[in-house]
Structures are given as C-alpha cells and as structure tokens.
T-cell receptor, first 116, second 111 residues
Framework: NAGVMQNPRHLVRRRGQEARLRCSPM?????VYWYRQLPEEGLKFMVY????????ESGMPKERFSAEFPKEGPSILRIQQVVRGDSAAYFC??????????????FGNGTRLTVT | SQELEQSPQSLIVQEGKNLTINCTSS?????LYWYKQKYGEGLIFLMM?????EEKSHEKITAKLDEKKQQSSLHITASQPSHAGIYLC???????????FGTGTRLQVTL
C-alpha cells in the first residue's frame, strides 16, 4: 500500500534553470496539494488540484510557478528560471475526497530543492 | 485568512516527563489535524478532531479540541526519544479543502 511518492528527493539547480517536481498520490486519491517549507519557516500552501483541474492556486507565486495533474501520470510542480529564494522543501499531499469532507491529507517525503 | 499559533515554539524535556503543546486558531475551527515531522521527512498524520470537546488518544499521545476557545492541545505522557520531532497543527478554513498549518513546535527528548 504505497504512500504518496515524490521524486526526486533532492534536486540541485543553477540559477535560471527549470525544476520539475513529481508527485504520485496514494492509490485511490484524486486530490493533490502542494506545499512549500522554507528553512526555519512553516508549511505554506501553494496549490490544490484534482485530475486535470486546478481548484485553488491562491498560494502560488504569480510568475515562474505552475502545476498540473494530468489524467494520466503524476502531478508536476514546475518552477521556471529558478532563483536562490526558491530553495526549499516542497511537499505533496493527497486525499481521497475534497471540499467539505474531513479527510486528512497524506504527505510524501518531499523534494528538497537547492538553487546554486 | 486563518492563522494558527503554536506554543511553545520549542521544547526540551527529559525522557519520561509529560508535556503539552497548544494550537490556537484566529478563526472558528472546522476540524483540527495534528501531524508530526521528523527532520528531512514528510508529515505523519497523528489525529483528527472534529467536534468541540472531542478527545482522541493514540499510544501515549492525547489530543483535545476546545471549540469555544478555538484551541487544541496535544499531550504526551511519559515522553520517549521516539517522540522527538516537529509537531504541527493544521486546520481547514470553512469548506476549503486545503489545510493551513501552524509554525510548529520542535520537541527534543533528552535521556
């Protein structure tokens, strides 16, 4: 019974490059959430997606960041032209249901992005 | 937007001692979730509280929800080194699906 799978675990990018972070939700889960955890800071919500739809992107920076959750395959968080301030741990979580239901979120082990 | 404040921010206790972590919300709580995070790893779901006055226990960890005070507490009895980590409370705002998290409480357990 695999949990939420994120890869890669560690990612190093030079300034200006692109970073792609992948997340496969738990089996049977169709709701995916991305969070960012900066050093010594809390966990901040970025975006919430269902299959092929972005439901809530209120926490996403307006530029350079995008997310998708295609019908087939993992959810992808994409960061274009990375800057040092993007260095953080990015966590993905999934749940079987969404709005109005009190199901907990199940988290992956995160991708630690380092921008040099 | 909802804010969750946790206290204390960090805690060092001797093995065998009891401890309590608090989580206070700026808005009405519609369910409160407790998670634990070990360094370099993801969040592990501990417990979910939905109703005022609700209390749940898992092994040596007990969580309570005081809806009127918009507050939850997490109590660990007879702490062990395995309890060390960062404890985070999370809550939903209204009917939103996303969870907003507190800043966390870092727990160290000394021998």
């Amino acid at each position: 019974n695999a949990g939420v799978m994120q890869n890669p675990r560690h990612l190093v990018r030079r300034r200006g490059q692109e970073a792609r972070l992948r997340c496969s939700p738990m089996k049977g889960h169709s709701h995916v959430y991305w969070y960012r955890q900066l050093p010594e800071e809390g966990l901040k919500f970025m975006v919430y997606l269902q299959k092929e739809n972005i439901i809530d992107e209120s926490g996403m920076p307006k530029e350079r960041f995008s997310a998708e959750f295609p019908k087939e395959g993992p959810s992808i968080l994409r960061i274009q032209q990375v800057v040092r301030g993007d260095s953080a741990a990015y966590f993905c979580a999934s749940s079987p249901t969404g709005t109005g239901e009190n199901s907990p979120l199940h988290f992956g082990n995160g991708t630690r992005l380092t921008v040099t | 937007s909802q804010e969750l404040e946790q206290s204390p921010q960090s805690l060092i206790v001797q093995e065998g001692k009891n401890l309590t972590i608090n989580c206070t919300s700026s808005k009405t709580l519609y369910g409160l979730y407790w998670y634990k995070q070990k360094y370099g790893e993801g969040l592990i779901f501990l417990m979910m509280l939905q109703k005022g006055g609700e209390e749940k226990s898992h092994e040596k960890i007990t969580a309570k929800l005081d809806e009127k005070k918009q507050q939850s507490s997490l109590h660990i009895t007879a702490s062990q080194p395995s309890h060390a980590g960062i404890y985070l409370c999370g809550a939903r705002e209204g009917t939103a699906s996303k969870l907003t998290f507190g800043t966390g409480t870092r727990l160290q357990v000394t021998l």
